[in-house]
């Protein structure tokens, strides 16, 4: 059984909106979440970062919030643009040894 | 140069053959790992290792088994390739060795190796 989950396969969102990508896991003993963002014929590469102490970190137009009660976790992306148009994977660890990834949610950033 | 280099990109072969995926890496880390993707499955670890002498399974080894021949390599194999096994593989690298909250928690991926098995 999967213990990160993505439940939306896809998500369209208009050029300089807001998208806002979800991850849900099982494993109370993560304590560090990563999101990835993959092209196609490319490798994931890596976007930003939590950690369990935190429930918020900003970079640029990226921000990732954590709500541990709730075991959930969320990517805003503000504004979007065409670029953004990717797979984006959430992962998560409990000791940085093994990362944990969802099945991914594909974003695409109409123009 | 890409930093986690995967030979070869794209492979298709015949079930019950041996493939061999490799994988190499010029970032110096310790840690190598190799995934594959599914169509909605995500990314799960087939085998990692923290170092040359340090092998362990994933979520999914029945059917790998995989090899580190020094730091910068780490191949994967397949003794007798089966359908099911069609995905695209990764590899990755990193160099965490224990959690701070400076840490990222970064992989580093290759592009990928798609392998089809008929």
């Known amino acids: 059984d999967q213990q990160v989950k993505q439940n939306s396969p896809s998500l369209s969102v208009q050029e300089g909106r807001i998208s806002i990508l979800n991850c849900d896991y099982t494993?109370?003993?993560?304590?560090?979440f990563l999101w990835y963002k993959k092209y196609p014929a490319e490798g994931p590469t890596f976007l930003i970062s939590?950690?369990?102490?935190?429930d918020k970190n900003e970079d640029g137009r990226f921000t990732v919030f954590l709500n541990k009660s709730a075991k959930h976790l969320s990517l805003h992306i503000v504004p979007s643009q065409p670029g953004d148009s990717a797979v984006y994977f959430c992962a998560a660890s409990a000791d940085f040894n093994k990362f944990y990834f969802g099945s991914g949610t594909k974003l695409n950033v109409k123009p | 140069d890409a930093d986690v280099t995967q030979t070869p990109r794209n492979r298709i072969t015949k079930t019950g053959k041996r493939i061999m995926l490799e994988c190499s890496q010029t970032k110096g880390h310790d840690r190598m790992y190799w995934y594959r993707q599914d169509p909605g499955l995500g990314l799960r670890l087939i085998y990692y290792s923290f170092d040359v002498k340090d092998i362990n399974k994933g979520e999914i080894s029945d059917g790998y088994s995989v090899s580190r021949q020094a730091q910068a390599k780490f191949s994967l194999s397949l003794e007798s390739a089966i359908p099911n096994q069609t995905a695209l593989y990764f590899c990755?690298?990193?160099?965490?060795?224990?959690?701070?909250?400076?840490?990222?928690?970064?992989?580093?991926f290759g592009e990928g190796s798609r392998l089809t098995v008929l």
């Open positions: 939590i950690s369990s102490i935190k």
């Open positions: 494993n109370s003993m993560f304590d560090y």
């Open positions: 990755a690298t990193s160099d965490l060795s224990t959690g701070t909250e400076e840490n990222t928690g970064e992989l580093f």
